[in-house]
């Protein structure tokens, strides 16, 4: 008799919230009203509250969240924007399809997010932005991010996909940036159930004009200020994600007591993410690095264990994207891949689960 540790079921994740999400589906249903109404305006208030910022403007993925924030920052053309060597997909094309290049800059292999150190020296005169990502549910360091892009007069926004509540030094992710970027796709720690996405900001003149650009370039119907998109947060999204906010602390909290048993169990011969006092995390993916990663996956898998990886293949190393980096060399992202392992954190696991995972990976070694 096998037991069954699953990576991720949403429908496990989603269960405390069933009587929630059917009531706030009545009112949307009633409301007669399915795009951008009350639920949408509500969410956008209660979000940039949550996160600290002035405004939150909702829309329709977290990828067009990156696309929109780069384009209404007005950066020149052929700008170039500095993105981190091992992050999702998303982040680099996020820059692509904004009109803009991607500059790719290596991780710090402890923190796997953007190094600051390295930044400065891709740093040109057509560099305008930084996308800062928060990898895994851990803040970049905001600190000196900020100084760098002060120092060059850079913009920054942050990718927040993974870090929704998470914490550096006296804010939150979505409030250092001149922007952040959020995605509420379902595995996310604050999921809707379908795609979603919000930017948050603390200039009005930019959260004024995403309001259009998310809308068409319209913000009065027929009359179009801007040459803009559809991506607008649906509003059924907002109504279900404002339920689903109201627990976000109490999911987050609940990570971080598992990432505890993790951090207290695992023994030496891993590679454990690193606690940093100025950061407080909320563990979207909780990962280990070990030289056998594959062999260790099966052996949790014969334990009835399952695990992902995240990412089994870097950006540079994507066929869609071999012609863009000229003789790329970014061993520490690659490291990342090759060794790399996200355990299961889901909300719905218990302390017991989590015990047996940390017991079965012990007895690897
Ligand atoms: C999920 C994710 C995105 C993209 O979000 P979508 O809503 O799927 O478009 C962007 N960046 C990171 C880091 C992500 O994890």
Same mark, same amino acid.
């Given at each position: ?8 079921? !949403? ?18 249903? *009633? ?93 040109? *005169? ?51 940036? *001149? ?68 627990? !976000? ?117």
């Amino acid at each position: 008799m096998n037991r069954v540790i699953k990576y991720e079921s !949403l429908a496990d994740t989603n269960a405390a919230l069933f009587n929630d999400y059917q009531t706030a589906f009545g009112s949307f249903l *009633n409301s007669g009203w399915y795009i951008l109404g009350e639920q949408v305006a509500a969410f956008e208030q209660e979000f940039a509250r949550y996160c600290g910022t002035t405004y939150c403007i909702g829309v329709a993925s977290g990828l067009d969240a990156i696309v929109l924030s780069l384009k209404a920052l007005d950066l020149p053309k052929n700008a170039e924007v500095i993105v981190p060597s091992n992050a999702y997909i998303a982040c680099v094309l996020g820059v692509i399809n904004a009109g803009f290049k991607p500059i790719l800059v290596e991780p710090d292999i402890h923190t796997y997010n953007i190094d600051p150190a390295k930044i400065e020296a891709h740093i040109s *005169n057509k560099t305008k932005a930084i996308l800062a990502v928060h990898l895994y549910g851990k803040m970049c360091d905001m600190t000196n991010i900020t100084l760098i892009a002060q120092k060059y007069d850079l913009k920054v926004v942050e990718d927040c996909a993974q870090a929704h509540g998470a914490q550096h030094r006296d804010k939150k992710s979505g409030n250092w940036g *001149n922007a952040g970027a959020f995605s509420f796709y379902p595995t996310k720690n604050l999921g809707a159930l379908g795609d979603g996405g919000a930017i948050t900001t603390n200039d009005g003149a930019l959260a004024e004009k995403l309001f259009y650009l998310r809308n068409y370039g319209s913000k009065i119907k027929y009359e179009n200020k801007y040459i803009g998109y559809n991506s607008r947060l649906d509003e059924v999204q907002a109504a279900f994600l404002r339920k689903k906010l109201l627990k !976000l602390d109490e999911i987050n909290k609940h990570k971080r007591k598992l990432a505890r048993i993790y951090f207290d169990k695992i023994e030496t011969g891993f590679v454990k993410p690193v606690e940093q006092p100025e950061n407080s995390d909320v563990f979207h993916i909780f990962n280990i690095r070990s030289s056998k990663r594959n062999e260790l996956k099966k052996h949790l898998l014969e334990k009835g264990i399952q695990t992902e990886i995240h990412y089994p293949v870097p950006p540079h190393k994507q066929i869609a994207y071999r012609n863009l980096f000229k003789s790329p060399k970014f061993p520490i992202s690659e490291e990342i891949h090759a060794t790399t392992l996200s355990l299961p954190i889901a909300v719905f696991h218990t302390e017991d689960e989590i015990n047996y995972v940390a017991d079965c990976l012990n007895g690897f070694n």
